[in-house]
């Protein structure tokens, strides 16, 4: 699951990535599920002696009890972003829950990523399908199952090749790439997206959406080691999203300081958490490759968005 924590005046973004397999999860206080699970969400194990009570099940459970909500019906998605807010210590303003053949067609209506894969990703109920490493334009299947494939692998390491694909369609789906193939894409989300932004915000996510792809997009995954999934340091995590929320919006203006009074660059951004700073002249900094002025390379788990992915930036 992975939320999106953007600066509105500059596009600066920060996308958290938090495992499925996170264990007893913390809800709101005062909230129906804080008091159901009021130390965390527990349930007997399944007769397998498997655990059903993960980050993953947050949504399923709350559909499958309305009691809890007064009888309420499809409680699920409202109850996953309060959840995942509070985990991050982040307001949430919406979602977007994509059909991973969604995901596939969408890769497919852009016209395909190129990705460099880093080692042969196997796939596929009898391990019969293949991405082969190397540096290419993948498909949507391609890049779907290079992104969701956990044979010979684990959910840490998909992860990382998710944030990798999703790099990569920011990176090369460009305003002309996007409008040349308008139709394709908007068939494809119209089908296999479902989402509660309201259509009025539509007009004013477009242009943000622009400023994004020329802002600076960092990263932060909470995964072993530095978060242990079976015993989570909830105040750790907090702690760490918002300082990458702060440094993602002090960005724009540290490199500013250094830039000459002629540079300048757009403002864009996209919705999630109301974190903001002044707009300021800068240079125009790419995703992949600018450095953040005084981070310090020791602990800071913020990355780049492509960082360690291999990525060429080639549209071909």
Not at 122 to 139: I, M, P, S
Not at 190 to 213: G, N
Not at 271 to 300: I, L, M, N, V
Request: a positive charge.
């Amino acid at each position: 699951m992975n939320l999106a924590s953007i600066d509105v005046k500059t596009g600066n973004t920060v996308l958290f990535s938090l495992p499925r397999n996170l264990e007893d999860v913390r809800f709101r206080p005062g909230t129906p599920m804080a008091r159901r699970f009021p130390n965390g969400f527990d349930l007997p194990k399944d007769a397998n002696g498997g655990a059903s009570d993960l980050l993953n099940s947050v949504w399923e459970y709350a559909d499958a009890h309305p009691e809890i909500f007064g009888g309420k019906q499809h409680q699920g998605p409202k109850v996953l972003m309060d959840t995942i807010g509070y985990t991050l210590g982040l307001k949430v303003d919406w979602y977007a829950l994509v059909n991973m053949w969604g995901f596939a067609r969408i890769i497919d209506a852009i016209g395909g990523v190129t990705i460099t894969v880093e080692r042969d990703v196997v796939f596929g109920k009898y391990n019969e399908g293949l991405v082969k490493a190397g540096t290419r334009k993948l498909k949507g299947a391609d890049a779907m199952w290079y992104a969701r494939s956990r044979t010979y692998s684990d959910d840490y390491t998909r992860m990382s090749r998710q944030r990798c694909v999703l790099g990569a369609i920011l990176d090369q789906a460009d305003p002309a790439t996007v409008l040349t193939r308008f139709n394709q894409i908007a068939r494809a989300t119209k089908e296999l997206i479902r989402t509660d932004i309201p259509r009025t915000w539509l007009e004013h996510l477009v242009p943000l959406a622009l400023k994004v792809k020329d802002a600076e997009v960092t990263s932060v995954q909470f995964v072993p080691p530095l978060i242990n999934t079976g015993y989570p340091d909830w105040e750790k995590i907090r702690d760490i999203a918002a300082k990458a929320v702060r440094d993602s919006t002090r960005t724009k203006a540290a490199v500013a300081a250094s830039a000459s009074p002629s540079s300048s660059s757009p403002a864009t951004a996209t919705p999630s958490s109301p974190a903001s700073s002044p707009s300021s002249p800068s240079p125009s900094p790419s995703p992949k490759k600018t450095k953040r002025p005084g981070r310090e390379t020791g602990d800071d788990p913020t990355k780049g968005l492509t960082e360690g992915c291999g990525m060429t930036s080639a549209k071909g």
